[in-house]
């Protein structure tokens, strides 16, 4: 039931006549620590702070149902967009139409910069006349609740405003006092348009649909008809703000071009008419110096040696016809005559005679006429075959002639050129540079007048570099606010600040709560845990009543557990005289005292135990106990004003004797010092087992020290959850340095409350095992009463 304090040695007071023995000090033993789990303390934290918990998350979610029911329903619509992966491109202007990199992702995000910047948008505001609109404009009157938080708003956007902001420089000061510039345009100064521009960019969302080039552009809006008619004009914004930039690039790069053009246009002419008029000057055109410079003197080289050459042929042909004209046989080897068919006529008509004539000759003589007949035949033939060889022979003299005038006229040419090659090829290099610049400009002018026609071509064919894929549409319901996630999200948030107000709560506890807690900071055992009762009143009475009246309850049971600890602690020599006291009043010690007693008395009728109040400065045992005469008081007793039988009363119900106290009796210390009150115990020892003390709280007056010095064993109540730790440390302090013969009894605990907490000691068993109690047992439950009764409550 409890820890069992050590054996009490009762230290002898001067000039006090009661037995003494050589004990250990009655101290209960201090538990050993424990290793505790982590994971069932967490739970135990949460299980006994979840009315917080769950608290603060229904506060967050009623705050949050309140924000919603002023929030403006939210409709959203969402268009797409493909980026064209794989441009057309009818001619090559890359350098002034390029398109979209779309393997470049640093190029795609600046395209949903482009698609979220303020200047695409205000188009959009422009074009559905936003400006206009209370839902964008800022004119819309706000909520309730909006206008409850704007202070907040308020006051948080200039502090951290004023914390953020860097320190004004000049330049900036001097640009607030600058003069607006004219050119700026005239809507940037409507506040209402800046407005529109401002809710359209917060309530936008552009972004890439997974690893695709498909960009969503969702827009959220107050009007279900108009968020799609937002998120097109976007898109189709989107796309002529393309085509119109490739445009403006088209038009700059044709009007470049266009002037570039002139420029190469002069720088073409100029150089031609340099070329022109060198050759003009030098004598490079129109003369035959001219025509034979413009010729280089290896050409001429060349033609010369060739017309020597032929010269030197016709001549070897002419002596060649020379020589056969004495040898004919030789003739034959002749082109000229080997050729010649008239030659080879004659030639078959003279050898044909000549084997005639050979015939004729062996067969009719030398003298035969038709010898001479032939003969004379073969003369004609040959006359005529010379003669046919002379007028070839005429016809290479004079090819040979041709060929010496050609000869003699390209070495007059070679000649002239040799002369006139030193100053001619002066001229010729400087009139090849000049010729190549010409060429250089025309080159360079052909290019950009291509590049020229090229812009002037793509004007009419541009094209953005994406389309629209999917057209917006109107949702039908709203997609914000959520309420299930919005409340849901609450809720969350809420009983994650209710967990830290719980955590923050169980570090700033400094209350007792177990038993372990107390004897680990005091060093002092803990005899027992005295449960509340449940009952139908409030007063002392009916609590001492109720345990008296069900003595098996586990207030009872607990009490008794009190008294086992105490003499259990020391079997050779009971304590006689037990001082009750606590740190601070209304803890419940004089109730504890009067169950105590009674209970002692009920359960065994041959016990004699009396009950003295020596708190003579409030005296709150006559109401513990129900009484209506209290008869003679201690103080009486003290004085001899009184014998003890006029001061002993015996209580009905339980059977106990007692002596009550007046209020606010003076010189209280000196009466509880005195020589009188020390030989009352003396007497009350011999006539009584067992003799109980009532004393005062023990940091609100000195009695209580006086009275544990009295004592053989003094009680600390402790209220459950209630007394500071620091006070209960004091006090206990403060009681050490007049006795060690300490136990604390931690009283009125809330068993439902200290289950929660899973320490395993006293007060859990009684809560686990409520069952073994008797039926009277006044642990909470649907059949006990429903109104409390804290054990030990003063009035």
């Given at each position: ?19 003494t ?10 538990r050993?620590?424990?290793t505790?789990?982590e ?20 506060i ?27 441009p ?19 190029a ?8 979220q ?31 409850a ?26 640009a ?15 506040p209402?348009?800046?407005?529109a521009?401002?809710?359209?960019a ?10 695709t080039?498909v ?8 009007d ?13 914004a ?21 002037q ?6 002069r ?18 055109a129109?003369s ?12 001429l ?35 000229e ?20 004539s ?11 006429p ?17 003669t046919?060889?002379q ?10 002639d ?10 007059e ?32 002018y ?10 002037r ?14 057209y ?29 107000g ?16 107390i ?30 009246e ?6 009872a049971e ?13 079997l050779?020599?009971?304590p ?6 606590s ?35 409030q ?20 004085m001899g004003m ?33 020589m ?84 395993g000691?006293?007060g ?10 008797g039926?009277g ?14 054990l030990?409550?003063?009035?």
């Open positions: 039931m409890g820890s069992l304090p050590r054996a009490n040695h009762i230290v002898d007071e001067p000039n006090q006549n009661r037995v023995s050589t004990q250990e000090p009655l101290l209960p033993a201090v050993p620590a424990e505790r789990d994971l069932w303390d967490w739970l135990r934290l949460l299980n006994r702070r979840k009315a917080l918990i769950l608290g603060c998350g229904l967050a979610t009623a705050l949050m149902a309140l924000v919603i029911a002023q929030a403006t329903p939210l409709y959203k619509a969402t268009s797409r967009i493909m980026l064209d992966t794989r057309t491109k009818v001619v090559g202007t890359e350098a002034a139409l390029s398109g979209i990199d779309t393997l470049n992702m640093g795609i995000q600046t395209e949903l910069e482009v698609i910047s303020e200047y695409l948008i205000g188009q959009v505001v422009d074009r559905l006349g936003l400006a206009n609109n209370p839902d964008f404009n800022g004119t819309k009157p706000p909520g309730f609740v909006q206008t938080l704007q202070p907040l708003r308020d006051l948080w956007s200039t502090g951290i405003s004023t914390l953020l902001a860097p320190p004004p420089r000049p330049q900036d000061a001097a607030a006092t600058a003069p607006v510039r004219s050119g700026r345009p005239a809507e940037d100064d409507d209402r348009r800046r407005a521009i401002g809710a359209i917060n309530h936008l969302s552009v972004t890439l649909l997974g690893r080039f960009i969503l552009i969702t827009v959220e809006s107050p279900d008809s108009l968020s799609p008619r937002i998120a097109n004009a976007i898109a189709e989107y796309l002529a703000d393309q085509v119109a930039t490739k445009n403006e690039a088209n038009r700059r790069a044709t009007e470049w071009l266009e570039r053009l002139g420029e190469l246009r720088n073409l002419q100029i150089a031609e008419e340099a070329v022109a008029a060198y050759r003009r000057d030098k004598g490079l129109g035959p110096e001219g025509a034979v410079s413009t010729q280089t003197l290896a050409d080289n060349g033609r010369y040696t060739a017309a020597k050459g032929r010269r030197i042929e016709r001549e070897g042909r002419l002596i060649a016809l020379s020589k056969a004209s004495l040898n004919p046989g030789e003739l034959a080897n002749i082109p005559v080997a050729g010649n068919t008239t030659l080879a006529a004659l030639r078959i008509q003279d050898v044909e005679l000549t084997r005639k050979a015939e004729l000759s062996s067969q009719l003589g030398e003298a035969h038709k010898i001479q007949q032939v003969r004379s035949e073969l003369a004609s033939i040959r006359a005529r075959f010379i046919e060889t007028r070839i022979t005429l016809a290479v003299r004079a090819e040979l041709a060929a010496a005038s050609e000869e003699a006229e390209l070495k040419l070679v000649d002239k050129a040799a002369v006139i090659s030193g100053t001619a090829s002066q001229y010729e290099a400087e009139l090849k540079q000049l010729e190549r610049e010409a060429q250089s400009n025309r080159t360079l052909e290019t950009f007048l291509t590049r020229f026609k090229e812009l071509e793509q004007q009419d064919i541009q094209r953005a570099d994406a389309r629209i894929l999917a917006a549409h109107a949702s039908g319901a709203p997609s914000s606010p959520n309420y299930k996630s919005g409340l849901m999200m609450a809720f969350m948030i809420g009983c994650l600040l209710g967990m830290a719980a955590m923050a709560a169980e570090k700033l506890d400094r209350v007792f709560r177990s038993a372990a807690q004897e680990e900071a005091t060093g002092v055992g803990v005899l027992g845990m005295v449960p509340e009762v449940k009952g139908p009143a409030a007063a002392r009475s009916n609590v001492v009543s109720h345990v008296l069900n003595t098996t309850s586990p207030a607990a009490v008794r557990a009190v008294f086992t600890a105490i003499s259990l602690g020391s050779d020599r009971q006689r005289v037990i001082a009750i006291t740190s601070t009043p209304s803890e419940g010690k004089t109730t504890f005292v009067a169950a105590l007693g009674g209970l002692l008395t009920k359960m065994n009728s041959s016990r004699r135990v009396l009950i003295v109040d020596l708190d003579l400065r005296a709150r045992l006559s109401a513990a106990l129900s009484l209506t005469d209290r008869g003679g008081t201690i103080d009486e007793y003290l009184k014998t003890l039988e006029e001061c002993t009363r015996r209580h009905d119900l339980s059977g106990v004797d007692y002596i009550c106290a007046r209020p606010n009796t003076p010189n209280a210390p000196e009466i509880l010092e005195s009188a009150m020390k030989s009352a115990l003396g007497v009350f020892v011999e006539r009584y087992d067992l003799v109980i003390l009532d004393g005062p709280p023990l940091l609100a007056v000195s009695d209580a020290r006086i009275i544990a010095r009295l004592a053989d064993y003094t009680v600390f109540i402790v209220q459950w959850a209630k007394t500071p730790r620091e006070v209960v440390k004091t006090a206990i302090s403060a009681l050490l340095n007049v006795t060690n013969h300490v136990g604390i009894v931690i009283n009125r605990v809330n068993l439902a409350k200290h289950a929660r907490y899973g320490y000691d006293h859990d068993y009684y809560s686990r095992y409520r069952g073994y109690y039926a047992a006044d642990m909470p439950s649907d059949t006990a009463a429903r109104s409390s009764i804290n030990g409550r003063k009035a």
